[in-house]
């Protein structure tokens, strides 16, 4: 759609209604909270409230995204988010969970890493990683849609003995789609059926020029069974994101991405938060999704309670009035009156659109009838 509507437009920016009304009167513009607006006032109010627009396409102004404008000398570097794909059984859990093994130091006190959907990882040389803990096409294209871009680089499995196959292809396509490096880990490289080259050689049928071949693609020969390899991955991985400069402005209000969410018997609801920009804290008030909250505990990847976490760092948050699902945004917003109310835009604007698709359903149903 070529415009947005006011309300919907607050909710985007996680600001109320109310201001943005009040900022929209301030430009000589009398609207109400159900008002369109076109592309080009949409993105004046977005300044003006200090998010920076990014359209989509030209005419798609309801994509727009909430990303704050930071300063460049705000920026820090961040942890690349590394997501694992490939072919079903070559290896992607066994991977994960081999990388993840290898990084806790035995005996270490609350060493012991826990699922949360993610972790991280400190190379050899000093870099940090973050792994996404939930391998998979479906997680991987169905945050993407949701607007959640949580990957900075795609771990291509390909098992050495079976070479490339239908969902490797399938992978593929998925991080060009997403314009996503990737690296190729060609796994199982301890099977005396390894046949490394030729992966190198089909990968190139499937227009994935590797390094080998002259192209600009890491591989790197591993075995998540007897962790060779291993170390030159994880620095190919750190190399990569050096080449990216990924960075991000640890000092503002927080904004995170929900990769997985449940309802805890003991604990409520409770959910993991890949955080994306600024620093998220212990006692944040924060709108995600349809759910509110205040921030009651925050729990990390080994289990210990933590303070804050920053750009990149993974972490579990209680303190939720509901479970939000996962590709939920998360926002720290200043006031839970701010809260409530974007929570119930959100709740009020799914319903209507519920109710639009049933009226819809029961129109082509008589239709049929007639
Ligand atoms: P996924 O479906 O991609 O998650 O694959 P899994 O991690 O479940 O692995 C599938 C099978 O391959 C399991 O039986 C693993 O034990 C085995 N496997 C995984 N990596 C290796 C490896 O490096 N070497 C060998 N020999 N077997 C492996
Ligand atoms: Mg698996």
């Known amino acids: 759609p070529e415009t947005i509507l006011v309300g919907e437009l607050a909710n985007r ?33 977005i300044e003006e409230f200090g998010h920076r627009a990014v359209r989509v396409s030209d005419s798609d102004v309801e994509q727009v995204i909430d990303t704050v404008q930071d300063k460049p000398e705000d920026l820090q570097p961040r942890p690349p988010i590394v997501t694992i794909m490939g072919h079903v059984d070559h290896g992607k859990t066994s991977l994960l969970d081999a990388i993840r093994n290898a990084n806790v130091v035995s005996g270490e006190a609350g060493g012991i890493t826990q699922h949360i959907g993610a972790y991280q990882v400190t190379t050899e040389r000093g870099s940090v990683l973050t792994f996404l ?49 990737m690296i190729v880990a060609i796994n199982k490289i301890d099977k005396h059926e390894a046949n490394a080259q030729r992966v190198r050689t089909e990968l190139l049928q499937h227009n994935v020029v590797v390094e080998e071949m002259g192209g600009d693609v890491q591989t790197v020969e591993v075995s998540a069974k007897t962790g060779k390899g291993l170390d030159t991955l994880l620095e190919a991985i750190a190399l990569q994101a050096e080449i990216l400069e990924l960075q991000a402005n640890p000092n503002r209000q927080a904004q995170g991405a929900v990769i997985e969410a449940k309802l805890d018997v003991g604990r409520g609801p409770v959910a993991t938060v890949l955080v994306q920009h600024g620093t998220l804290k212990r006692g944040d008030i924060f709108v995600v999704g349809e759910q509110w909250g205040k921030v009651r505990a925050l729990i990390n990847d080994r289990g210990d309670r933590v303070d804050e976490a920053g750009p990149s760092v993974p972490v579990e948050v209680l303190g939720l009035n509901g479970t939000p699902e996962a590709g939920d945004v998360l926002n720290v917003v200043e006031t839970e009156a701010q809260a409530r109310e974007i929570a119930d835009y959100r709740i009020s604007a799914a319903k209507d659109k519920r109710a639009a698709a049933g009226a819809a359903t029961t129109l082509e149903q008589l239709m049929a009838k007639a």
């Open 13 to 45: 920016m996680a600001e109320r209604t109310a201001d943005v009304v009040k900022s929209l009167m301030k430009m000589g513009m009398m609207v109400t909270a159900n008002q369109p607006l076109d592309a080009d006032t949409a993105e004046l109010v």
């Open 133 to 181: 803990d939930t391998p998979g096409h479906a997680a991987f294209t169905s945050m993407r849609a949701r607007g959640a871009n949580v990957t900075d680089v795609v771990i291509l499995v390909v098992a050495a003995d079976d070479s490339v196959m239908p969902q490797t292809i399938e992978a593929i396509n998925h991080a060009k789609a997403a314009n996503v490096p």
